[in-house]
């Protein structure tokens, strides 16, 4: 399934769009955008797919989601029936934090949370209440008060514990993990195994992209990214696989093979020991949140409480029911 475009718009007086969303559940609206957005989710339990990272969420769920990854929530059901479920969604340009990273000593951290954040980042209960906390100085009718509350919560999230989320070749643009903060012959490396993700790959071909030994290789790898060689090409190659998933019907097999898998059964394992479950299974979930997907009707609202109109629109268009046939 493609995402569809959301465009973020942002008052002429305001360097951080925040939305306040209330709504019986969280539908399924698998989307993008060039801004990050950071969202907590409160009083819903149900899926998130961030990219092609598809998890269990539950009830005060803090993520930072970078420009550009597809993503949605689907809730399947409310912690407090009685109270609506609720998502306070807080977009920046990235582009922004970095010039006032530059600009102002204080807020450096800005960097080093975007460096961090370029796979998107799932918080801690911790620091998802930390958040909660924050709510009005972060949800007041002040913008100057809304932006102070903003900077300090993304600096505190900055060095904060956190877990990676999407593999780095799931971006709606495909440029997966090149973004400039990593060195140039890393960069190489990533480009290579993405236009090889199919085919076999030596260890001595990725070596002789990046002019570098083994040993080195590895150890860049693991100093930068976080994980070895072989665990980030496998991260690649499951990410390729729940896009196949997704957006194809081609049968699992021919999904191993185009995800760089010559063994079905390797396959079926490592799928379920990155994703817990099996391919086909991803495959029926996603299609399942896909075809439940609606919202509420738009209502005239204070900005804070406003969705962007580019899905509104499309929300429209998705509740409009088909002529019936003559």
């Not at 990219?51 to 005060?60: K, L, P």
């Not at 890393?186 to 480009?191: C, D, E, G, K, P």
């Not at 010559?262 to 299974?281: E, I």
């Not at 991803?282 to 969705?307: C, G, I, K, S, V």
């Amino acid at each position: 399934m493609k995402p569809a475009y959301e465009h973020v718009d942002f008052t002429e007086h305001g360097s951080v769009r925040i939305y306040h969303r209330r709504l019986p559940r969280i539908p399924f609206e698998w989307h993008h955008h060039p801004e990050y957005e950071l969202t907590l989710t409160l009083n819903s339990h149900g899926m998130r797919y961030i990219g092609d990272s598809v998890t269990e969420y539950g009830d005060c769920d803090l993520v930072l989601v970078p420009p550009d990854l597809a993503h949605t929530w689907a809730s399947n059901r409310s912690a407090d029936p009685a109270q609506p479920q609720v998502a306070i969604v807080v977009w920046f340009d990235g582009d922004w934090a970095r010039r006032l990273a530059d600009c102002c000593p204080e807020y450096e951290a800005l960097h080093r949370l975007l460096r961090r954040g370029t796979c998107g980042l799932c918080f801690s209960q911790g620091d998802a209440q930390a958040m909660r906390e924050q709510l009005p100085e972060l949800l007041c009718a002040e913008p100057r008060r809304r932006l102070a509350a903003t900077l300090d919560l993304l600096c505190r999230l900055a060095d904060a514990p956190a877990q990676a989320l999407a593999s780095p070749g799931a971006f709606a643009g495909g440029a997966g993990a090149t973004t400039g903060h990593e060195p140039e012959r890393i960069n190489r490396v990533l480009a290579l195994m993405e236009a090889r993700l199919a085919e076999p790959l030596r260890i001595a071909d990725l070596c002789a992209a990046a002019h570098w030994s083994p040993r080195s290789l590895q150890r860049y790898f693991l100093q930068h990214l976080g994980e070895s060689v072989g665990q980030h090409l496998t991260r690649l190659r499951i990410g390729r696989a729940c896009r196949l998933l997704a957006d194809t019907r081609l049968p699992v097999a021919q999904v191993a093979a185009r995800s760089g898998f010559g063994n079905l059964a390797h396959f079926n394992r490592q799928f379920k020991a990155a994703r817990q479950t099996t391919p086909s299974a991803y495959r029926r979930q996603f299609a399942q949140d896909a075809a439940r997907q609606h919202t509420l009707p738009a209502q005239d609202a204070a900005p804070l409480e406003q969705r962007p109109p580019s899905l509104r629109r499309a929300a429209r268009r998705r509740a409009i029911p088909a002529p019936a046939a003559d």
